[in-house]
């Protein structure tokens, strides 16, 4: 008995993965767009180069951008292979292109295909690029980080935090998005600065000055018809106020003919009680002076008073050109109608009616913010 368990023992230690793949088997996808073209699913993987030319300094290219298509989004990963020897590894993928060609009817078959996908983490960041070619985007390089998609990640991260008119979405938020009621997934639209021709040379990464580079431009959304709504800065920043996207972003607003900027340290806005068709929106939020441009001494307590009622129209323009531009569009990125749905039993009926032509337009927001700054400035740490 002694010598069948020991016999047992060896062979599960001498069993090796079953799936085991050499490092140089792989084909590591770092970022991925998904579009379409005379009715045929388009997939841009963008490939981390294992194996860098070059024995010093920046590599020849950090990356390598292929393309496949077909009549499924399957056909057209697996026509990559026709023209590289490799088994894609997804795992690790910071974000995805989902190309306005695909967010119309398509997008239903693109969330089942990914949401099915075993591989994937679904914490990658979900992007659309509107003006320009996901794939040009994808084969731009940084001259901050040899991993461009990692690059493209950390700016979305760090606008969203840092300024405030940007936000950054996993695919398993917007998933959850997708599939709710009154609700409609908003994501950032990244764009190429410069050439596209001279975005991808390697030799700019050398140069202390690019004027080629990819930035966050706006934060966007889709109708049912799969049309681009676009949220410009004041609507963008409406939005992620109404959200609780604002962690340390920047307020700027008008006293006179100059200008102050506060930073805020705490917000939180949300949805309150409903009074026939008029919904609350109410919140605070905290914040100190980080740029001052005005008239008056800021150790007088009724300047900082006068700058806080200035902030607190500046956040309820905001967020009134955020709840205007869906209800225009009827299309609820603000995800009021999600909140009725939850909280409103039988306000409306979400399964038989078309919530956002029939529901959104006719309901109205009273919107009550207070703002309290609790510094006169930050004298130290980052800016």
């Not at 490799?86 to 119309?104: A, C, G, H, L, P």
């Not at 990914?114 to 509107?130: C, P």
């Not at 609820?332 to 956002?356: C, H, P, R, V």
Request: with cysteine; aromatic share 8%; proline share 2%.
């Amino acid at each position: 008995m002694k010598k069948l368990i020991l016999v047992l023992c060896m062979v599960l230690m001498c069993t090796g993965c079953w799936n085991y793949k050499e490092l140089t088997e792989l084909g590591i996808v770092s970022a991925m767009a998904i579009s379409k073209k005379d009715n045929k699913y388009v997939i841009d993987m963008q490939l981390v180069n294992i194996v860098e030319a070059g024995d010093k300094g920046v590599p020849e290219s950090p990356i390598s951008v292929m393309s496949g298509e077909g009549d499924t989004i399957a056909d057209a990963i697996r026509s990559i292979n026709m023209k590289i020897s490799k088994v894609f590894f997804s795992s690790n993928m910071e974000y995805m292109i989902i190309d306005k060609s695909v967010t119309d009817e398509s997008l239903e078959e693109v969330m089942d295909f990914l949401a099915r996908d075993t591989k994937l983490s679904l914490n990658f960041l979900i992007v659309t690029s509107t003006n320009d070619d996901p794939k040009d985007v994808l084969a731009a390089l940084s001259q901050f980080n040899l991993n461009p998609a990692s690059n493209v990640s950390e700016l979305v991260k760090r606008s969203e935090g840092r300024y405030g008119a940007s936000t950054s979405i996993t695919f398993k938020e917007f998933l959850a998005k997708y599939l709710a009621n009154g609700v409609t997934p908003v994501v950032p639209n990244i764009k190429l600065v410069g050439e596209v021709s001279d975005a991808d040379d390697s030799e700019t990464l050398k140069e202390s000055d690019s004027n080629n580079y990819v930035e966050v431009d706006n934060l966007v959304a889709f109708d049912e018809e799969g049309n681009v709504i676009i949220l410009e800065t004041d609507e963008s920043f409406g939005y992620n106020f109404l959200n609780n996207h604002i962690q340390n972003g920047s307020v700027t607003s008008q006293c006179g003919d100059n200008y102050f900027t506060i930073q805020t340290l705490k917000s939180k806005i949300g949805y309150g009680d409903l009074k026939g068709n008029k919904l609350k929106i109410e919140g605070e939020v905290q914040g100190e002076v980080f740029f001052y441009g005005c008239e008056g001494n800021l150790n007088n307590e009724k300047n900082l008073d006068k700058l806080a009622k200035l902030t607190k129209e500046t956040i309820t323009n905001y967020i009134k050109k955020t709840v205007n531009l869906a209800k225009e569009t009827k299309t609820d990125f603000i995800g009021a109608g999600n909140y009725l749905y939850k909280n409103e039993y039988g306000y409306f009926d979400f399964d038989k009616k078309d919530w956002n032509k029939e529901g959104l337009p006719n309901i109205d927001f009273d919107i009550d913010i207070e703002v309290t700054l609790l510094k006169q400035g930050n004298l130290k740490g980052d800016i």
